[in-house]
C-alpha cells in the first residue's frame, strides 16, 4: 500500500490549484508579495514616512541622497528646495499615484465589465448602437480623452482620476464586448446552446471564467496607464496640485532644478517605474497561471 497517494488523483481546489502554478513563477510571486508591501505601505504612510511632508529644515535645502559624499542618513533620498524630506515625500505620494489608480482599474473593471459583458452577449440594434459608439471613442487615445475632460473641471487629483475613469470605460468595454464575441462564437458554447444551456448559465458558469485571464490583464493595463495618466495629468498642472505629494506633482515642481538637483525628479520617476513593472509581471504570471490552469482541466 503506497504511503502517498498519486497527485493526479488528490483533489485540490481551482484557487489552490492556480496558486500552486502561480508559485513556480518566482518572479510573479516576488512581484505579488511587493505589491501587497506597496498596498500595506499605503495605507500606513504617515506612520512609516521618517518626517512631516512639509515639514521645512531650515538649512538643509537640496541635500542629495545618503549615498552621496554630501548626504545625510536622516535625509536618505535628500531634501527638496525647501528642505523637505524627498524619502517622505514619495512614500506618502504612493497614496495619490498608487492608490488613485487602483480606485480607477478597480471602477472600470467593476462598470466597464458589467456594460462589456451586456454589450458582448446582446444582439440587436442596442448592442451594435452600443458597438459603434464605443469605436467613436477609441479614435481618441486615452490620455488625450483624459486631458480634455479634465480642462472642463477644475485641476484636482479627484477630477484627474475622474477623467480617467471616463476615458478608461469605453476601450475597457470594447475589449471585453470583442473577447465575448470571440468566446461566443467557439463551438463548446455553441454546443451548450443547442443543448439548451440558458444565457445566464453559459456567461457566469463558462465564458466570464475562460475569459479571467483577459480581464486580468486588461485591468492591469487600465491600472499602468492610469498611474501614468494621473502623474501626466499633475506634470501639466490639470491633476493634483501643490502641496500634495503626487509623484507626477513631485517632478513638476522640481523639473526646474534637473540640472542642480537631478534626484528629486529621477526618484520620483523611479518609483512610478517600479510600480508599474511591479503590476504587469505580476499580472502577466497570475493570468499565465489560470491559462495552465484550464489547459489541464
Known sequence: MLDKEPEEFRFTSPVAEIW???????VALMCGYLLLALLLLMFFAPLVAPHDINMQFVG???LP???NSEGKISFFLGTDDLGRDLLSRIIVGLRYSFGGSLIVALLTLLIGGALGVIA???QGIKSNILGHFLDAFLSIPILLLAIIIATLRQPSLLNAILAILLASLPYFIHQVYLALQTEINKEYVIMLRLDGASKGYLISK???PNLLPVFIRLTSRIFTL???DISA?????????PPLPEWGALIRESID?????PWLSVLPGFALIFVIITALLFSDGLAKAIERYYRKI
Open 60 to 62: 538643509q535645502e537640496l
Open 257 to 261: 532644478l534637473i540640472y542642480l538637483a
Open 226 to 228: 492610469a498611474m501614468l
Open 233 to 241: 495629468l499633475s506634470f501639466i498642472a490639470l491633476g493634483a496640485q
Open 65 to 67: 541622497p545618503s549615498w
Open 20 to 26: 500552486r502554478l502561480f508559485r513556480r513563477n518566482k
Open 120 to 122: 458582448g452577449t446582446g
Open 206 to 208: 463558462v465564458m466570464l
